[in-house]
């Protein structure tokens, strides 16, 4: 046999392996399957794990429950560093004072009905690493608007509800900037996000102020309008899920 009828065979088998592979990889593919991705284990004796690629999140900030808001924020990856954040949701009762955000709880008492108003969150991400998932520390900017209001009813001068009330109202407009951190799990695509950060608010407040005179028991019922700009700092968790 000779030298060059030797070296065909290498390379026949060679092009059937590949056949093979591409023909397995399209049937695969045809499945509709994702696309995954390798990650390699410390050691040599470690072996790899095989998961789907993440590439967008879905996640909730259950701290923010107790300072009256329900955002469902999505991020999707737009580059090895960069990604888009977005939130939607509705603000609700207030259960905790936050002095360093400047936001007064709510009370429980009769006469007040909270209303659901919108909140809204927008921002970019800059990861400090390039990673083919969203992962990683980073920087992040965003804009919230923020419209707390509850319905304070009215009492007469001796403490009875009239019927009618008053909108007390707090509108925050931000612009913040967070450090923090983001991991997916190494096995599945949950995932943790903590950050912590500061932020420049524009506030629009219509208080409603109730006040009983204890020397004659007459009830009395004031409104203030506030507008100024203040710093607020902000710190949390949110947990999701990647795909």
Same mark, same amino acid.
């Given at each position: 046999? @000779?030298?060059?009828?030797?070296?065909?065979?290498?390379?026949?088998? #060679?092009?059937?392996?590949?056949?093979?592979?591409? #023909?397995?990889?399209?049937?695969?593919?045809?499945?509709?399957?994702?696309?995954?991705?390798?990650?390699?284990?410390?050691?040599?004796?470690?072996?790899?794990?095989?998961?789907?690629?993440?590439?967008?999140?879905?996640?909730?900030?259950?701290?923010?429950?107790?300072?009256?808001?329900?955002?469902?924020?999505?991020?999707?990856?737009?580059?090895?560093?960069?990604?888009?954040?977005?939130?939607?949701?509705?603000?609700?009762?207030?259960?905790?004072?936050?002095?360093?955000?400047?936001?007064?709880?709510?009370?429980?008492?009769?006469? #007040?009905?909270?209303?659901?108003?919108?909140?809204?969150?927008?921002?970019?991400?800059?990861?400090?690493?390039?990673?083919?998932?969203?992962?990683?520390?980073?920087?992040?900017?965003?804009?919230?608007?923020?419209?707390? @209001?509850?319905?304070?009813?009215?009492?007469?001068?001796?403490?009875?509800?009239?019927?009618?009330?008053?909108?007390?109202? @707090?509108?925050?407009?931000?612009?913040?900037?967070?450090?923090?951190?983001?991991?997916?799990?190494?096995?599945?695509?949950?995932?943790?996000?903590?950050?912590?950060?500061?932020?420049?608010?524009?506030?629009?407040?219509?208080?409603?102020?109730?006040?009983?005179?204890?020397?004659?028991?007459?009830?009395?019922?004031?409104?203030?309008?506030?507008?100024?700009?203040?710093?607020?700092?902000?710190?949390?968790?949110?947990?999701?899920?990647?795909?």
């Amino acid at each position: 046999m @000779s030298v060059t009828n030797i070296m065909k065979y290498p390379i026949a088998w #060679t092009l059937t392996a590949l056949l093979v592979l591409g #023909t397995g990889t399209i049937l695969a593919q045809g499945k509709g399957q994702k696309m995954k991705v390798v990650l390699q284990g410390d050691s040599s004796s470690i072996p790899g794990d095989t998961v789907n690629l993440v590439r967008n999140a879905i996640k909730l900030n259950p701290a923010l429950f107790l300072r009256g808001e329900t955002p469902i924020y999505y991020e999707r990856a737009l580059s090895p560093r960069m990604s888009v954040v977005v939130a939607a949701g509705i603000t609700n009762r207030k259960a905790l004072d936050l002095p360093h955000s400047h936001e007064r709880s709510d009370d429980y008492g009769a006469g #007040t009905k909270v209303l659901s108003r919108p909140a809204i969150h927008g921002g970019l991400r800059f990861y400090l690493t390039k990673d083919m998932e969203a992962q990683g520390f980073y920087f992040q900017g965003e804009y919230v608007y923020l419209d707390h @209001s509850k319905d304070i009813s009215i009492r007469d001068a001796h403490g009875r509800f009239t019927g009618a009330s008053l909108r007390d109202q @707090s509108i925050f407009k931000d612009g913040r900037l967070y450090f923090g951190y983001q991991r997916l799990a190494s096995t599945s695509n949950w995932l943790f996000d903590v950050y912590g950060g500061v932020g420049y608010r524009s506030r629009e407040l219509h208080q409603v102020n109730e006040r009983m005179d204890l020397m004659d028991g007459q009830w009395t019922v004031t409104q203030e309008v506030v507008r100024d700009d203040v710093m607020a700092y902000f710190l949390g968790v949110k947990l999701g899920y990647g795909f």
